[in-house]
């Protein structure tokens, strides 16, 4: 027999969560494509974020920022599910590569008028899929999501100076790619697992 | 870079770019910034890069299929968690609410008896929506085919469903396969046609003590557990169909 078949109270869903959260649905969906890479997954990944979300509305604070708690679940959800999760690319972060060198030799003009002719929409996010996870997670978030460092750490659940280094290295490498220099360039992070689920021995 | 301050400073590029230095720090790196050419380029590079990715983010995020819109509508979403506020707002226009509400009180049947404890009336609302959802979305599909769907489960969650065909006798055609949204998807969910009523058929990846019957409000649910998983069988069908149904899918599955 069941210990608990009702919950004693169905704590309320504040006025007006549903419609906020729903703000964030593209953004959310954007992160579980590139999470799963599979767009039923996707789907079936943000609706768990939903429900998850309004089943703890009632916990969540006000004032504090529900977009990062959204992502926070999402991200939550997707490791739970994974059975590796323990798996997650650590390695990427040990790696001593700065790319400084490449970057100087590549950003020698204005690079910001070199980007001018980099590839843009899909094309753009094609390059993304092609960055270590770990590092397109962190990019997209700060750059994409334009979430502060903080909260990108809480949903990753790696230390803030990690995040930064993660950000720091896959812009610097997306920028390597972009101009046409990642494959000579970035060839010793290119060989960094591009998916957490087939990590490469060292 | 070339001595201990430039490797300093160079960390001091990324929160530089996203402005969360403060003014000293700011002023240092400044001036740092302005001589060094390592440290001026990668400023340069992570700046065009930023720029780029917020100029797209639009476009790089894709937006939502219309199909997960529907999903996560607040109608779709309160049903779930409080059943009772069903009637507060329209939901799932195309399910009809009784429909909802007798399914409800049979999946909560199966609850009671054991088999989805502790958290009963939560999972059986999951299972409702779920069960709605599914049925819904999978109208008119022409169904996968088996043996690809328990492979495809396989390789994406890691075990072992089996997944019946469709078949004569009884009527039943197989239009799905899905995750069940409980307990982070560790539930599959497979969905058939029974002389156009929907049969959903759950597998927990458990053995769990479960009644071998349940029937409550005009609904049936058989369960049962075999080979450390545990099946349960809904359907709004007579006793007789349910039967012949849970013993052609039991037969099936070994």
């Given at each position: 027999?069941?210990s608990?078949?009702s919950?004693?109270?169905?704590?309320p869903?504040?006025?007006?969560?549903?419609?906020?959260?729903?703000?964030?649905?593209?953004?959310?969906?954007?992160?579980?494509?590139?999470?799963?890479r599979?767009?039923?997954?996707?789907?079936d990944?943000?609706?768990?974020?939903?429900l998850?979300?309004?089943r703890?509305?009632?916990?969540?604070?006000?004032?504090?920022?529900?977009?990062?708690?959204?992502?926070?679940?999402?991200?939550?959800t997707?490791?739970?599910?994974?059975?590796?999760?323990?798996?997650?690319?650590?390695?990427?972060?040990?790696e001593?590569?700065d790319?400084?060198?490449?970057?100087?030799?590549?950003?020698?003009?204005?690079?910001?008028?070199?980007?001018?002719?980099?590839a843009?929409?899909?094309?753009?996010?094609?390059?993304?899929?092609?960055?270590?996870?770990?590092?397109?997670?962190?990019?997209?978030?700060?750059?994409?999501?334009?979430?502060?460092?903080?909260?990108?750490?809480?949903?990753l659940?790696?230390?803030?100076?990690?995040?930064?280094?993660?950000?720091?290295?896959?812009?610097?490498?997306?920028?390597?790619?972009?101009?046409?220099?990642?494959e000579?360039?970035?060839?010793?992070?290119?060989?960094?697992?591009?998916?957490?689920r087939?990590?490469?021995?060292? | 870079?070339?001595?201990?301050?430039?490797?300093?400073?160079a960390?001091?590029?990324?929160?530089?770019?996203?402005?969360?230095?403060?003014?000293?720090?700011?002023?240092?790196a400044?001036?740092?910034?302005?001589?060094?050419?390592?440290?001026?380029?990668?400023?340069?590079?992570?700046?065009?890069?930023?720029?780029?990715?917020?100029?797209?983010?639009?476009?790089?995020?894709?937006?939502?299929?219309?199909?997960?819109?529907?999903?996560?509508?607040?109608?779709?979403?309160?049903?779930?968690?409080?059943?009772?506020?069903?009637?507060?707002?329209?939901l799932?226009r195309?399910?009809?609410?009784?429909?909802?509400?007798?399914?409800?009180?049979?999946?909560?049947?199966?609850?009671?008896?054991?088999?989805?404890?502790?958290?009963?009336?939560?999972?059986?609302?999951?299972?409702?929506?779920?069960h709605?959802?599914?049925?819904?979305?999978?109208?008119?599909?022409?169904?996968?085919?088996?043996?690809?769907?328990?492979?495809?489960?396989?390789?994406?969650?890691?075990?072992?469903?089996?997944?019946p065909?469709?078949?004569?006798?009884?009527?039943?055609?197989?239009?799905?396969?899905?995750?069940?949204?409980?307990?982070?998807?560790?539930?599959?969910?497979l969905?058939?046609?029974?002389?156009?009523?929907?049969v959903?058929?759950?597998?927990?990846?458990?053995?769990?003590?479960?009644?071998?019957?349940?029937?409550?409000?005009?609904?049936?649910?058989v369960?049962?557990?075999?080979?450390?998983?545990?099946y349960?069988?809904v359907?709004?069908?007579?006793?007789?169909?349910?039967?012949?149904?849970?013993?052609?899918?039991?037969?099936?599955?070994?």
């Open positions: 027999m069941a608990r078949v919950r004693p109270e169905e704590a869903v504040p006025p007006g969560f549903d419609a906020q959260a729903l703000a964030y649905l593209d953004g959310l969906f954007g992160v579980a494509m590139r999470l799963t599979d767009r039923s997954a996707a789907e990944l943000v609706q768990d974020t939903f998850k979300a309004v703890s509305a009632h916990r969540f604070e006000a004032g504090t920022n529900l977009k990062a708690w959204l992502f926070t679940i999402l991200y939550n997707f490791r739970n599910a994974r059975r590796d999760a323990s798996r997650d690319p650590i390695d990427v972060d040990s001593a590569v790319l400084a060198a490449d970057v100087t030799a590549a950003a020698a003009g204005d690079p910001e008028r070199q980007l001018l002719r980099a843009r929409g899909a094309e753009l996010r094609q390059a993304l899929d092609e960055l270590p996870d770990a590092y397109r997670r962190a990019v997209w978030l700060r750059d994409v999501e334009d979430l502060a460092y903080a909260e990108i750490a809480r949903i659940e790696v230390p803030l100076g990690t995040v930064m280094s993660r950000i720091a290295r896959g812009r610097r490498l997306l920028f390597l790619r972009l101009t046409g220099q990642g000579e360039g970035g060839s010793r992070s290119a060989s960094a697992p591009r998916d957490a087939r990590p490469q021995p060292r | 870079m070339t001595n201990h301050t430039c490797r300093e400073m960390a001091l590029v990324t929160p530089y770019v996203d402005g969360t230095l403060g003014p000293t720090e700011v002023e240092l400044d001036r740092h910034f302005a001589a060094c050419t390592t440290c001026g380029a990668l400023l340069g590079a992570e700046r065009a890069v930023r720029a780029l990715l917020r100029d797209e983010a639009g476009v790089l995020r894709e937006p939502a299929p219309t199909s997960l819109r529907e999903r996560v509508q607040p109608g779709a979403t309160v049903v779930a968690f409080a059943p009772r506020a069903v009637t507060r707002r329209p799932w195309r399910v009809p609410l009784a429909a909802a509400a007798s399914l409800l009180v049979a999946l909560t049947g199966i609850a009671a008896a054991g088999l989805l404890a502790p958290s009963g009336t939560l999972l059986a609302a999951q299972l409702t929506l779920d709605l959802k599914c049925t819904w979305l999978t109208r008119g599909d022409p169904g996968p085919d088996p043996v690809a769907a328990a492979h495809e489960w396989r390789e994406h969650h890691g075990w072992d469903i089996s997944v065909p469709s078949s004569t006798a009884p009527p039943l055609r197989l239009v799905g396969v899905r995750r069940c949204l409980f307990s982070d998807g560790a539930m599959a969910h969905v058939y046609e029974h002389d156009g009523q929907s959903s058929v759950f597998i927990l990846p458990t053995a769990r003590p479960a009644s071998p019957e349940t029937a409550i409000m005009g609904h049936e649910a369960t049962w557990s075999r080979n450390g998983r545990t349960a069988v359907a709004s069908l007579a006793h007789d169909e349910i039967a012949r149904v849970g013993a052609y899918l039991q037969e099936q599955i070994r």
